[in-house]
C-alpha cells in the first residue's frame, strides 16, 4: 500500500508545503545537458516553479541533485523554513541518500550531496517521498524541447 502523502482535511493541506523535483540528461546521460525542473505548491496552489540548466557535458544525477538544490534554496530565501515540507521526487538514489540509505561514491555528486543536505537540515523536511513518475514529468518534458534549442 503506498504512503498517503497529504492529509484530508483541505485545511490541514493548506499548511503543507510540497515540492515536486525531477532533473534529465539529454541527449545522453553521462555527457549531455543536465536539465533541472521543481515546482513549490501549497496545498492546491502553486507558488513557485523554475527550470534550467545546471550543467553541460555531465548527468543525471547532477541535475536531479540541483533540482533539489535549487527547490530548497528558494525555499529558504523565501522564508518557508518553518512550514511542514513534503518533498517528491522520482529518482530514488538521490532520495535514498539524502535520507542517508545509500552512500555517495561519485566524486563530481559529493559536494551537491553535501550542500543538499546542509540545506535539508535547515528547513522543516518531514516527509521525503519517491515516486515512480512525479508531478514534475511535464515540466521536463518541456524542458527538454526547450534545451534542444540551447
Known amino acids: 500500500m503506498q504512503q ?22 539529454q541527449p545522453c546521460n ?9 515546482t513549490v505548491k501549497n496545498g492546491e496552489n502553486t507558488i513557485h516553479r523554475k ?5 553541460y557535458n ?40 539524502i535520507e542517508r540509505n545509500s552512500k555517495v561514491k561519485a566524486p563530481n555528486i559529493i559536494p551537491l550531496y553535501h550542500n543538499a543536505m546542509s540545506l535539508t ?3 522543516n523536511i518531514y516527509n521525503l517521498n519517491w515516486y515512480p513518475e512525479n508531478k514534475t514529468r511535464r515540466q521536463i518534458n518541456y524542458l527538454i524541447m526547450r534545451t534542444q534549442k540551447l
Open 4 to 25: 498517503k502523502l497529504f492529509d484530508d482535511s483541505k485545511d490541514r493541506n493548506k499548511n503543507q508545503i510540497q515540492v515536486y523535483f525531477d532533473g534529465l540528461c
Open 58 to 97: 555531465s548527468t543525471n544525477n547532477v541535475a536531479v541533485y540541483t533540482a533539489i538544490i535549487r527547490a530548497l534554496e528558494w525555499l529558504l530565501a523565501n522564508n518557508y523554513q518553518n512550514e511542514k515540507i513534503i518533498v517528491i521526487g522520482d529518482y530514488k538514489l538521490v532520495i535514498r541518500q
Open 121 to 123: 537540515s535547515n528547513s
Open 51 to 55: 527550470f534550467g540548466v545546471a550543467a
Open 30 to 38: 553521462p555527457g549531455g545537458t543536465a536539465c533541472y525542473a521543481h
